[in-house]
């Protein structure tokens, strides 16, 4: 059983599309945070949330906390092919970093 | 800064045989953690090393070990090879701001 589950796990869209992408738990986390990996490289951090409810942008990524801090979600607004990738949530629970499964991002042009 | 540098990028190696993969993490990070990843199960966490002492480990048999030296280097190794280790292994330099990964071994067990 994951600790973190990523839907959808594959998701292909055309360019120009909104999508949103969702980190569940039954676990409180003290913070989540939510990685990019591009095929033959490592993930790359996109963003730390913290508080309960919090909201954060990057550029056109939305990234919030749940107020229960229990779950987080991604939103991409007009996604663009350099948007493609794995996309990825990750906690520490008792101080080790774990993934969820990863969300499979394709944005067609 | 430099970045997180792992070594080698890519591995062949057969079955019963066993492999060490190396991971320089950022200068300054004291923490290194190491995964697999397949397309299957995802990143799987192995362990974690802090100032030379497996802080953390995941759930894999004692084929898998690692260490740390005091300059913060990490190694890994997996003794008597299967075909299911063939996989992408990550290491990962840990700060308070977040982990930073280096871009793998491809290890391909035949």
């Known amino acids: 059983t994951q600790l973190l589950e990523q839907s959808p796990q594959f998701l292909s869209i055309q360019e120009g599309e909104n999508l949103t992408v969702y980190c569940n738990s039954s676990s409180v986390f003290s913070s989540l945070q939510w990685y990019r990996q591009e095929p033959g490289e490592g993930p790359v951090l996109l963003v730390t949330v913290v508080t309960g409810g919090e909201v954060k942008k990057l550029k056109r990524l939305t990234f919030q906390f749940g107020d229960a801090r229990k779950d987080s979600s991604l939103h991409i607004t007009a996604a663009q092919p350099g948007d493609t990738g794995l996309y990825l949530c990750a906690g520490a629970p008792g101080g080790k970093l774990i993934f969820g499964q990863g969300t499979e991002l394709s944005v067609k042009p | 800064k430099a970045g997180v540098t792992q070594t080698p990028r890519y591995l062949i190696k057969t079955r019963g045989q066993q492999v060490t993969l190396s991971c320089s993490p950022i200068s300054g990070h004291r923490s290194v953690s190491w995964y697999q990843q397949t397309p299957g199960q995802g990143l799987q966490f192995l362990f974690e090393y802090f100032s030379e002492t497996q802080r953390n480990k995941g759930n894999f048999p004692g084929r898998f070990s690692g260490r740390q030296f005091s300059n913060s280097r990490s190694e890994m190794n997996v003794s008597t090879l299967e075909l299911g280790d063939s996989a992408l292994y990550l290491c990962?330099?840990?700060?308070?701001?977040?982990?930073?990964f280096g871009q793998g071994t491809r290890l391909t067990v035949v």
């Open positions: 990962a330099s840990r700060s308070d701001s977040g982990a930073f």
